[in-house]
């Protein structure tokens, strides 16, 4: 988990840099992150909200219905729409970076893989990185720098 990583949008007026290593990576198998990529998954790098430092262009923050009817705020590229981040929960100070967004997405593997119950039968699961059918406890995984940081954002 390299601090300084920078990514961006597909039509190159979004650029951004994470100013810190990510707390923690999840590769999600829900439903709602199905659809949302049109694709079997996302990856989504968890950090501050204040530490993804916009280097270029604007977001358009976009709310979507989810099956949990929790609240979902997608930030979008304003120009091209991709998204880049968003926000689970009403929670604005945690960011959920698309890591598919990096320059180098493979800097940032997954820490835990969630909501397995909905993976898609043809993706096999590496050995040795958590795996839960659906949410998991934070405070049994996560490195304990990174809980003392969602604790000062989050109180
Ligand atoms: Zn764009
Ligand atoms: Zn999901």
Not at 76 to 89: E, N, Q
Not at 90 to 98: I, S
Not at 103 to 116: G, N
């Given at each position: 988990?390299?601090?300084?990583?920078?990514?961006?949008?597909?039509?190159?007026?979004?650029?951004?840099?994470?100013?810190?290593?990510?707390?923690?990576?999840h590769c999600c198998h829900c439903r709602d992150c199905q659809r949302q990529t049109g694709s079997a998954f996302v990856i989504n790098a968890l950090i501050e909200t204040?530490?993804?430092?916009?280097?270029?262009?604007?977001?358009?923050?976009?709310?979507?219905?989810?099956?949990?009817?929790?609240?979902?705020?997608?930030?979008?590229?304003?120009?091209?729409?991709?998204?880049?981040?968003?926000?689970?929960?009403?929670?604005?100070?945690?960011?959920?970076?698309?890591?598919?967004?990096?320059?180098?997405?493979?800097?940032?593997?997954?820490?835990?893989?969630?909501?397995?119950?909905?993976?898609?039968?043809?993706?096999?699961?590496?050995?040795?990185?958590?795996?839960?059918?659906?949410?998991?406890?934070?405070?049994?995984?996560?490195?304990?720098?990174?809980?003392?940081?969602?604790?000062?954002?989050?109180?």
């Amino acid at each position: 988990m390299n601090p300084g990583l920078e990514g961006g949008c597909a039509c190159g007026a979004l650029r951004y840099r994470l100013a810190s290593k990510a707390m923690f990576v999840h590769c999600c198998h829900c439903r709602d992150c199905q659809r949302q990529t049109g694709s079997a998954f996302v990856i989504n790098a968890l950090i501050e909200t204040d530490r993804v430092e916009i280097l270029s262009g604007e977001t358009e923050a976009v709310p979507v219905p989810t099956d949990s009817s929790r609240p979902h705020v997608i930030h979008r590229c304003k120009t091209c729409g991709t998204a880049v981040w968003s926000h689970y929960g009403g929670n604005q100070p945690l960011a959920f970076v698309r890591v598919g967004t990096l320059d180098e997405p493979s800097a940032l593997p997954p820490d835990v893989h969630i909501y397995t119950r909905s993976k898609l039968p043809w993706i096999v699961l590496p050995a040795g990185v958590p795996a839960f059918e659906a949410y998991y406890d934070s405070k049994n995984l996560w490195p304990p720098e990174s809980l003392a940081r969602r604790k000062a954002i989050f109180g």
